[in-house]
């Protein structure tokens, strides 16, 4: 028998083949059984607790990014509802100061229309004192030219004139005179031809008015 051909040797039984003791992975019991050694645990809970560790971390950013999105968001409706609400005020201000303004200009244009008023008040109460002091020259104009004419028919009388020469119309000499010229005073104009003389007949007076004299009792 050659040497490379060597079997077993004799009286050798064929058994399982265990690893050696020495290994740093193994370790022995009473029975004979080795059993995994606590140093190959150790890296399996290592890598378990880093990569729980590793899930944590990454959960607790997405938590962060999460809250950080929502607060965003929130503050930038916040944002557009402080906006809306400030837009809406500065429009409902605008229009409460242009209703102010439009009250202010209605104001001055009423109080300029009462001095206006005030103003014309005051002329016509002063147009009305003078046409009072008018009628009332004109009465007492009046009231003495119908004295003079009495007079005057008082004088006619007494020598001699007719009713008929001392009532007629200077201008027609047929009418009585019942309008009395201005400024002179002279009664010698009938209802006809007093308006349209331009003077007076009996003293050739320039006429600027005239007053009819109502001569009925």
């Known amino acids: 028998m050659q ?5 077993p040797a004799a009286g050798a039984t064929a058994g399982p083949l265990l690893p050696f003791c020495d290994s740093p992975a193994l370790v022995s019991s009473d029975s004979g059984v080795f059993f995994p050694s606590a140093s190959r645990k150790r890296p399996r809970e290592d890598s378990s607790s880093s990569h729980v560790h590793r899930q944590l971390l990454d959960l607790n950013r997405l ?24 837009e809406g005020a500065s429009k409902r201000l605008r229009a409460k100061e242009e209703e102010v303004e439009l009250a202010r200009k209605v104001a001055l244009a009423l109080e300029e229309r009462l001095k206006s008023l005030s103003i014309e008040n005051q002329m016509w109460r002063e147009l009305a004192r003078s046409g009072e002091a008018a009628v009332c020259a004109l009465r007492a104009d009046l009231d003495r030219a119908l004295a003079e004419a009495a007079t005057a028919d008082a004088e006619s009388c007494c020598r001699g004139d007719s009713a008929a020469a001392r009532r007629a119309c200077r201008c027609c000499g047929e009418m009585e005179p019942t309008v009395l010229l201005l ?22 007076c320039r006429k600027n008015g005239h007053v009819l004299v109502n001569m009925s009792d």
Not at 78 to 86: D, K, P, S, T, V
Not at 183 to 204: T, W
């Open 183 to 204: 400024p002179c005073r002279h009664l010698c104009a009938c209802a006809v031809c007093g308006p349209a003389a331009a003077a007076c007949p009996v003293c050739d």
């Open 63 to 86: 938590v962060v990014d999460h809250v950080a999105r929502l607060r965003a968001e929130l503050v930038g409706r916040l944002r557009r509802i402080l906006a809306a609400a400030e």
């Open 3 to 7: 040497l490379g051909d060597a079997g």
